[in-house]
């Protein structure tokens, strides 16, 4: 039934992409594939590509699993500076489980920019926007995942203590992160360490949350 509803929507997407124009994309992501879950795309907006690895917003349906529900319309910022607005669909199989997404995003940077200019002229401030990584390589997702967890700490991720160390998994964990198929070997490797202790890390953070 996956398969036949991932089929059913690749030339859905076309169609979609096709009506809002130039600045949409929609992505189709199989989460079954693990840290390459995109299997389908139409337009170009973050440049992904079929085989690419899912985004920080896809972790986040993943750590929801079956719970997860439609995120629409929300709005962040890609490292290059461009504004996203972006529509996130969970897709579900006969029995409920989420197994994959639509995702739609629309470039609305010079939308904002206008925006930004009519709010200064009439004294208002800018609202400011999180970022996001888009990124083919599921390496430059946990990458900025880590970045991000350094930077709230004050510290690279070699020199935390265990402790520290703990708490930095523990939230890459909430993140979904772990839910990827694969996502052990990618996190080790930028924490530096081996993956038996990583997994040895991992256990210890879900023991104490259960």
Known sequence: MSDAILAALRPVIEGLAATFGPSCEVVLHDYRQGDRSVVAVAGQVTGRQVG??????????LAKGDQAENDLNYVTRTPDGRVVKSSTMPLRDEHG??????????????????????????????????????ADDFGDVVDALVRKEELARGKLASGLSRAERLELIKALDERGVFAVRNAVPRVAERLGMSRSGLYADLAECRKEEA
Do not use: M
Not at 52 to 61: Q, R, T
Not at 110 to 127: E, F, K, T
């Open 52 to 61: 690419g690895a899912l985004s920080e917003i896809g972790l986040a349906v």
């Open 97 to 134: 489980h989420v197994f994959g997404a639509l995702c739609v995003n629309i470039d609305v940077t010079a939308l904002r920019q206008a925006g930004d200019i009519l709010s200064a002229l009439a004294g208002g401030v800018p609202a400011e926007l999180g970022s996001t990584t888009f």
